[in-house]
């Protein structure tokens, strides 16, 4: 088994505040880097803050100030907002970071080596919002019939002198990179959409800028800096000691696994990021995944409609774990959802407090009130326990293929049909009733309903890792058995297990007045 696994998130332009959108691509992340380390791979988890071009430059100067003061300001929005979510990313990487500087230049110069770049001038449409070229017949009607972007933002007509990346010369390594690796972007829709845009043809692409200062200067033309896009995706390579290439760090962990995207942002990752590789004689990543878009009570999020979410808030009301659950469990990922604290809390009460919680708190009840909380042992195995106890231990299989698909929320329904399973198994086999005429039976039940809980609590800790940390912590299974290479060892009985204490609080939605 290939031991590493490199995951990165975009990296976050630093002059918006962040919100749920932001928190949700690099959550999932999180989930599958605590995911692959229970699972023995050595886990590079990559994020970070976009601090150059035109648009932050334009909001520094609105802001009255430098734009280096104005991103060492902004970005800590970003690393504060990284600690409250608790992800557990192996580097914070900045664009503005002399590692990043070098890099970046590094790559330049390989590209130019190769001989895909050449001096030119360009003329055409920009958009700053997006920090993206658009041609002529992309553009949409806008208010005052004045000229959009696709994505809605303002154009600019732009002219001045430019660097040109051959990008046309790529067309057809592209497509054959495609159509060897069907599964170097997902999902399948996303791939059929780039390897249709590919197949129209692909026209050279402007990679310096002449009209304004904030970026990394061109090697060796330092009127020129160098477009945005080209920078920002070279912090992939820079945080693994690229241009050191024979460092063991680099040698281990490129190409990246999968990069993480949103959907707005697939072009960029899947079209001019590979042939950047490529033509620096570099692999390009294993696979680009590219999520969908959280819009908020059927709006979409913008700062406009003063409508975005701030994570912070829904951390506070909610707890940690809640948010994370919902975001992950809500839309299928790659497809959009729509935000509303009605929806959070149905979920939070059914699945966590209900399903999950129950669970936990009557196997584990049951254990202190019958047997004094001493787990008891199991005797003879009927057909039932044996199915649930396979079951359970045979989860990690699918949910672990699952994770590897970026499918988060398939994992967690599977982890969630063991649940259901385990909810039936109680209340068919009624330890309450059985323990009056046979302990010894009753004590079986509660042992294989605590062994489910362990299997099911071991998976839960890349999803929602305080909460499944308290259960193990409920069913006293030490620090060192709690990698999934664990999962078949078992739980000893014997051992005297804590008073147990909910995890999941319900919630009272005003619609439903639902008890609390
Ligand atoms: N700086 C670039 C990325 C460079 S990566 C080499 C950028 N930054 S961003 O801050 O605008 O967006 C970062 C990520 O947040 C993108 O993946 C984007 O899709 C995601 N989201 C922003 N708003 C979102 C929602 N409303 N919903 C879900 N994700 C959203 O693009």
Known sequence: MNNRYYITTPIYYVNDAPHIGHAYTTLACDVIARFMRLDGREVMFLTGTDEHG???????????????????????????????????????????EPRHIKASQALWKAIEASGNIYLGAYEGWYSVRDEAFF?????????????????????EWVKEPSY????????????????????????????NEIVSFISGGLRDLSISRTSFKWGIPVPGAPEHIMYVWLDVLANYLTAIGYPDTDSPTFKRFWPADVHVVGKDIVRFHAVYWPAFLMAAGLEPPRRVFAHGWWTVEGEKMSKSLGNAIDPNVLV???????????LLREVPFGNDGDFSQAAMIQRINSDLANDLGNLCQRSLSMIQSYFAGVLPKPEHLSDRDKTLLEQ?????????????????????????????????????????????TDAVRAGTVLYVLAETVRQIALLLQAFIPDSAGRILDQLVVPADQRTFAARSSQ????????????IFPRYVTEETGAAK
């Not at 992309?138 to 809605?152: C, Q, S, Y």
């Not at 739980?491 to 909910?502: A, D, I, M, N």
Request: glycine share 4%; no cysteine.
């Open 135 to 155: 041609a002529e017949e992309e553009l949409v009607p806008g208010p005052g019939g004045k000229k959009r972007a696709p994505t809605g933002a303002d154009v």
């Open 316 to 326: 506070d009301r909610f707890g940690l774990d809640a948010l994370r659950y919902f």
């Open 54 to 96: 035109q648009k932050v430059e334009k909001a520094a100067a609105n802001a009255g100030v430098a734009p280096q003061a104005f991103t060492d300001k902004v970005s800590q929005n970003f690393r504060s907002l990284a600690q409250r979510m608790k992800y557990s990313h192996d580097d914070f990487i900045r664009t503005t």
């Open 392 to 436: 359970a231990s045979m989860l990690h299989q699918t949910v672990a293929a699952s994770v590897s698909r970026q499918a988060l929320n398939d994992a967690l329904q599977e982890i969630w049909r063991v649940v259901s399973d385990a909810n039936r198994y109680v209340d068919s086999e009624k330890p309450w009733t059985v323990r009056k």
């Open 491 to 502: 739980l000893v009985s014997g051992v005297t297990l804590p008073k147990p204490e909910g």
């Open 164 to 191: 040109f990346f051959k990008l046309s010369a790529w067309q057809e390594p592209l497509l054959r990179y495609y159509e060897q690796n069907p599964l170097a972007i997902q999902p399948d829709s996303r791939r």
